[in-house]
C-alpha cells in the first residue's frame, strides 16, 4: 500500500492482493465468489439453457430449445 501526492490531491495506492486479502477479512469477498466458472456449452443442455422460458409458454419453450440446438449444432 502506498500513499501519493499527485495533482494536490492525496491518493492510495493499492495492489490486488491486498484488496483481496482486506476483502476477505472484511466479509465482502468470499471464497465461494472466486469458484464460480462461466458454464460451458457441454455443461448447458438446450433444456437448462431454455428452462426459464418453460414457465411462459409450452411453444415458446419447444421453440428456444429448437433455436439453441441450430446455434450451437456440431457438425
Do not use: R
Not at 469458484?35 to 411462459?56: H, L
Amino acid at each position: 500500500m502506498k500513499i501519493i501526492k499527485e495533482a494536490g490531491k492525496t491518493k492510495l495506492q493499492i495492489t490486488h492482493d491486498e484488496w483481496e486479502k482486506m476483502g476477505k477479512q472484511q466479509g465482502w469477498i468470499s471464497s465461494e465468489a472466486k469458484k464460480k466458472k462461466k458454464q460451458k456449452w457441454t455443461d448447458a443442455t438446450p433444456y437448462k439453457i431454455c428452462a426459464p422460458v418453460k414457465a411462459k409458454s409450452d411453444e415458446k419453450y419447444d421453440s428456444c430449445v429448437e433455436q439453441v440446438k441450430e446455434k450451437h449444432k456440431k457438425d
